[in-house]
T-cell receptor, first 116, second 115 residues
Framework: EADIYQTPRYLVIGTGKKITLECSQT?????MYWYQQDPGMELHLIHY???????EKGDLSSESTVSRIRTEHFPLTLESARPSHTSQYLC???????????????FGSGTQLSVL | GESVGLHLPTLSVQEGDNSIINCAYS??????FIWYKQESGKGPQFIID?????DKRQGQRVTVLLNKTVKHLSLQIAATQPGDSAVYFC??????????????FGTGTRLTIIP
């Protein structure tokens, strides 16, 4: 089992508030990811990082931002939350040592965000 | 862009029976495929993976079959148990000039095991 933790598990917040979703992993993985997932739908990559001080935008445009100051920590921030941001946010990490070198992602339990 | 899609959004199977979850992909350059299981309230968990130079790989009670000719992937779960009830995602990736690509996930199939 991978050790990757997300807090909070659930967050209900009003429009316009600034929020930070926390993600930490204790495996020393260089690569970390944020996915957005609506109920019963596929996962969409919104941010990823290949290591400290590395951040890239993913396939799905997002108004959120991320930072990677420490290997183990990859927080996601929304400066001004809106109802359209309501979704589940999943954090993942990988070391690139999966099957024949391909990525195998380990996921956290997610943060369910509801913006009123 | 490329897509990975599943044939059926829901599947119900009697406990003890075998189940087959299908997945179609469109990127002919896909090198690597992976199945994840997501239980309610949890993040996806790795089940099994397969590379494009293989057509079958087996794990504990699970088998993944890859048919590159028709770009089709399937996950077979033998002797299903109540704990197998979950949403199952397939995902694909391929090597780029910059190293491993990001995984592209398809829409999940919800598997329900009937007691």
């Amino acid at each position: 089992e991978a050790d990757i933790y997300q807090t909070p598990r659930y967050l209900v917040i009003g429009t316009g508030k600034k929020i930070t979703l926390e993600c930490s992993q204790t495996m020393g993985h260089d690569k970390m990811y944020w996915y957005q997932q609506d109920p019963g739908m596929e996962l969409h990559l919104i941010h990823y990082s290949y290591g400290v001080n590395s951040t890239e935008k993913g396939d799905l445009s997002s108004e959120s931002t991320v930072s990677r100051i420490r290997t183990e920590h990859f927080p996601l921030t929304l400066e001004s939350a809106r109802p359209s941001h309501t979704s589940q946010y999943l954090c993942a990490s990988s070391v690139g040592q999966g099957f024949l070198g391909f990525e195998k992602l380990f996921f956290g339990s997610g943060t369910q965000l509801s913006v009123l | 862009g490329e897509s990975v899609g599943l044939h059926l959004p829901t599947l119900s199977v009697q406990e003890g029976d075998n189940s087959i979850i299908n997945c179609a992909y469109s990127n002919s350059a896909s090198d690597y495929f992976i199945w994840y299981k997501q239980e309610s309230g949890k993040g996806p968990q790795f089940i099994i993976d397969i590379r494009s130079n293989m057509d079958k790989r087996q794990g504990q009670r699970v088998t993944v079959l890859l048919n590159k000719t028709v770009k089709h992937l399937s996950l077979q779960i033998a002797a299903t148990q109540p704990g197998d009830s979950a949403v199952y995602f397939c995902a694909e990736s391929h090597i780029s000039n910059f190293g491993n690509e990001k995984l592209t996930f398809g829409t999940g199939t919800r598997l329900t095991i009937i007691p």
